[in-house]
């Protein structure tokens, strides 16, 4: 953690704001200081950006009315993270700061007025010659707040400020104290044994950048307003709206391709069959419309990429589109060894056509215990009351090896193959639905090319016995992968073209996920699993914002965590075992999370 650039010492040359700028060259206090000065030499400063952050916040609360609400900026709260801000800069320029409080890592952008989340904002470079950090120092403003001393002083300047400063010594006094309180608890927050406000800035000043895609997804919004009025990031942004219901009846089967078309006993058994509790996503609605209304087409859209992280339903999506087209589903999961013969088929010894011959009639072990005489007349022909059990188990042995020496002496000497479908291959020749999981793991990129032939009109391939398969109209291939997690590379520009939708799947709504996991687990505690599902969110937030990338917590974690707590009945507990092991391979990143994101929502 980059401690101390948030207040460098070229900051404390700048001119200090009205009405205290008459102090700007007679900045050192050594009267009044913070409770946190523990150093020997008691002193406090008088500090120009911190000054401006407290005189703005004191400007939102109590404004004077000379100010429109665009011009005085907000402050506001997102869960029990961040806390997100709207500065507007004596440049001119609004500075929209999102403060991490777990971690002290900041996000910010510098937008043009009138702003707004369609705007692309400039990089906030923290410098000399630049922006002086008022804007940040105003983002910690809230936390910094919750300190006795801080807020008793702030009230002070504020009822200065109430009476158009006729004590200027005791505004003075009341400055010098805030901007001490809040220095050193920024500059040693790590000793402080407590009131340490973290802070993360670079070294170089340049603070990482809010993209305007992660504004209009609502990656930031706030869920409380503090003060003032948003102009880019908007309040609620954040929550998503329940998906419609699709109910099953009107699904299942409601998407055919071929009305003429009569599936086999064998194949009927594998049409998925979808589970009750499992919410059809409108995305694979709209997969199941696209492929039955443009079947009468010259080109049908037959290829279709699902992308999403881990725990999204890519999977159970692709089985649904199969239960909605009433399609045989087959699969291929993709390793960094896959090559093109594990998708097309493979030429095998024919090892079963052998041992096929050599399955004779042989009496058991059991059969020579009880019954000898039986058991030998099997093997010989003949009956014979006296024979011993040993002489019958000696006789099984050389008739086994007489027959395997005969069998063996009459075949060629050549080794026999045969070739051997794979479910891509058996789904091109009969129709089926097939979901290839996970290409983007394969190592050599050209494999997928080679299907190309397969996904574009002409719809055949060769197959490695030089057959050449045609694949049937029916045939529906769903490519299921997520493009960030370790191991995973860019799929192929070629490959990508040739599919017809391709669907990005994101985290389902709060309530969509409550259901699902309540039905996969069985689960009646619907209140414990709402806020285990508020804590996954939670911390799936965090690693993103912290770029904690060596673990998982998605929606196949919650499923463990419930189906923990439902055996131990503890809701920490059961998530040591789970989430929290799963997250992350470092003990401090876990500490940071368990604190961070399961302990302060789990006190709410």
């Not at 340049?206 to 307003?225: D, F």
């Not at 093997?379 to 188990?393: A, I, K, R, S």
């Not at 190309?452 to 992968?481: A, K, M, Q, W, Y």
């Not at 997690?485 to 709060?510: F, H, T, W």
């Amino acid at each position: 953690m980059a401690i101390g650039n948030l207040i460098p010492s070229w900051s404390f040359g700048r001119n200090l704001p009205s009405p205290f700028e008459d102090y700007t060259d007679n900045n050192i206090r050594t009267d009044v200081y913070s409770k946190y000065c523990i150093q020997p030499n008691k002193r406090s400063t008088l500090h120009a950006s911190t000054l401006r952050a407290i005189l703005a916040y004191m400007e939102l609360e109590s404004p004077d009315g000379t100010k429109s609400p665009e011009e005085l900026g907000a402050l506001g709260s997102q869960g029990n993270n961040f806390t997100i801000a709207e500065y507007p800069s004596r440049t001119g320029k609004l500075h929209v700061i999102v403060y991490n409080r777990i971690n002290g890592k900041f996000f910010a952008g510098s937008y043009t007025r009138p702003a707004d989340a369609e705007s692309d904002p400039e990089k906030y470079l923290m410098k000399e010659t630049e922006n002086s950090g008022a804007a940040l120092l105003f983002a910690l403003l809230p936390t910094a707040m919750a300190d006795d001393e801080f807020n008793e002083h702030y009230q002070t300047l504020k009822k200065c400020r109430d009476d158009g400063y006729a004590d200027m010594e005791e505004a003075v006094k009341a400055a010098a104290v805030l901007c001490d309180n809040l220095y050193r608890r920024i500059r040693y927050t790590k000793s402080l044994s407590t009131g340490g406000i973290p802070n993360d800035i670079p070294s170089s000043g340049t603070v990482q950048k809010i993209t305007p895609l992660s504004v209009q997804k609502g990656t930031y919004a706030p869920t409380t307003t503090i003060l003032g009025t948003f102009q880019v990031i908007k309040p609620g942004a954040a929550i998503k709206k329940a998906a419609a219901f699709i109910s099953q009846s009107d699904f299942i089967g409601k998407y055919i391709l071929s009305e003429s078309r009569t599936l086999t006993p064998q194949e009927e058994l594998t049409v998925p069959r979808l589970e009750s509790w499992y919410i059809i996503p409108t995305e694979i609605k709209r997969i199941c419309e696209h492929a039955k209304l443009t079947t009468s087409t010259v080109s049908p859209m037959r290829n279709f990429l699902l992308r999403g992280p881990a725990g999204t339903g890519k999977t159970e999506g692709a089985k649904a589109i199969a239960a909605g087209l009433h399609l045989p589903y087959r699969c291929i999961t993709c390793s960094a060894n896959t090559e093109i013969f594990d998708l097309l088929g493979q030429i095998l010894p024919d090892v079963d056509g052998k041992l096929s011959t050599l399955q004779s009639e042989y009496p058991t072990f059991q059969d020579i215990t009880l019954d000898p005489a039986t058991a030998y007349q099997k093997l010989t022909g003949t009956y014979d009351e006296n024979v011993t059990e040993d002489t019958v188990y000696q006789k099984l042995i050389d008739t086994i090896f007489e027959e395997m020496h005969q069998h063996y002496k009459d075949q060629s000497s050549h080794q026999k193959f045969k070739y051997v479908d794979t479910p891509l291959v058996e789904a091109i020749r009969y129709g089926y639905l097939v979901e290839l999981q996970e290409p983007t793991v394969i190592a050599n990129p050209g494999v997928l090319v080679r299907l190309n032939s397969l996904l574009d009109r002409c719809s055949s391939v060769f197959l490695p016995n030089g057959e050449i398969v045609s694949r049937h109209p029916d045939t529906t291939i769903i490519v299921t992968t997520n493009n960030d997690y370790a191991g995973c590379k860019q799929m192929n520009q070629s490959v990508i073209s040739r599919m017809n939708l391709v669907i990005d799947l994101e985290e389902p709504d709060e309530e969509t996920l409550i259901q699902r996991v309540l039905g996969i687990t069985g689960c009646t505690d619907k209140k414990s699993v709402r806020t285990m599902a508020r804590i996954i969110k939670a911390v799936s937030e965090y690693c993103r914002e912290n770029l904690i990338t060596d673990g998982c917590c998605g929606v196949r974690e919650l499923v463990s965590w419930v189906q923990s707590y439902m055996v131990c009945g503890d809701i920490r507990e059961a998530a040591r075992y789970t989430i929290l092991s799963s997250v992350s391979a470092d003990a401090e990143s876990r500490a940071e999370i368990e604190t961070g994101c399961l302990d302060s929502i789990l006190a709410a």
